[in-house]
């Protein structure tokens, strides 16, 4: 995909990986609408790619909000005249076992991380068949290849934009639009420090499974961006960001059942 004038949009471009993907377009001359429910880290965002020399919109999104999605493609159209490029970036984290997280933060969760990319999609794709060349990147996770304890809520929102992301793929197979999806591994973002976590949960424990986190996040985001938009031009079905997805990827077919000792052993983890 060739990026220079095209028009991407991207949520949760505040920060992490979006803002880092946002960056990347910039810098190959494609033009932003930038989306992110934090309105501040959304405005440093939209300066810094504009300062690379693109035109770049900012629009103060929730993608659980199901009207404001359903808007959103009018805003795009009318600033930039087209759209070839929806990143659904956005997301949020949930800590805890399922039987301590409660039914409301359980489908606050999903209600981000999986309909708010099918919201989304379903918003931008008769924009995206309109152009001359389009693209649906969906952001999933290493914990949408393997599902550890602890992260039942999310491991299932991010198989779900998997299995999602690869249906449509087939079904627009022969179309102007192509689908990606991808399953970053340990980048250092503050998804950790940010991640919602149920009443009732220990403290000490809380503070134990952050510290873990936290030391699997190593990659900068920058260059997880990067690897995400090189992908893209691609035009690559599926980006693994990082050798611990790459190494997880293929653990998890030769040990579909048992990977987790394995990987339990090797991290540290419980």
């Not at 068949?129 to 290849?145: C, F, M, P, Q, W």
């Not at 499974?209 to 995400?228: H, S, V, W, Y």
Request: hydrophobic share 45%; proline share 3%; with cysteine.
């Amino acid at each position: 995909m060739k990026l220079e004038d095209r028009v991407a949009v991207v949520t949760g471009a505040g920060g992490g990986i979006g803002r880092a993907i946002a960056l990347s377009l910039a810098g190959r001359g494609c033009r932003l609408s930038l989306c992110d429910i934090r309105e501040s880290e959304l405005a440093q965002a939209a300066r810094d790619a504009a300062a690379l020399g693109v035109r770049c919109t900012q629009h103060c999104l929730d993608v659980a909000d199901a009207a404001a999605v359903a808007d959103l493609p009018r805003q795009v159209l009318a600033a930039h005249g087209k759209v070839n490029l929806v990143v659904n970036n956005a997301g949020v984290a949930l800590g805890g076992n399922f039987d301590q997280v409660s039914e409301t933060d359980f489908d606050w969760l999903m209600q981000v991380n999986f309909h708010g990319v099918v919201r989304m999609t379903r918003a931008f794709l008769p924009h995206l068949k309109a152009a001359d060349e389009g693209r649906i990147v969906n952001v999933s996770s290493l914990y949408g290849l393997v599902s550890p304890p602890g992260q039942s809520a999310y491991s299932a929102s991010k198989f779900a934009v998997r299995g999602f992301s690869n249906a449509l793929r087939h079904e627009l197979e022969g179309t102007n639009v192509g689908v990606t999806v991808v399953h970053p591994g340990g980048v250092a973002t503050s998804i950790a420090k940010n991640a919602r976590v149920s009443a009732g949960i220990d403290a000490e424990e809380v503070e134990r499974r952050r510290k873990q986190a936290d030391r699997l996040l190593r990659m900068p985001a920058q260059r997880a961006g990067e690897i995400i938009v090189e992908g893209i031009e691609r035009d690559a079905a599926r980006i693994l960001v990082g050798n611990d997805a790459k190494i997880v990827s293929v653990l998890e077919r030769i040990m579909p059942v048992n990977y987790w000792r394995l990987l339990a052993a090797l991290t540290g983890r419980d």
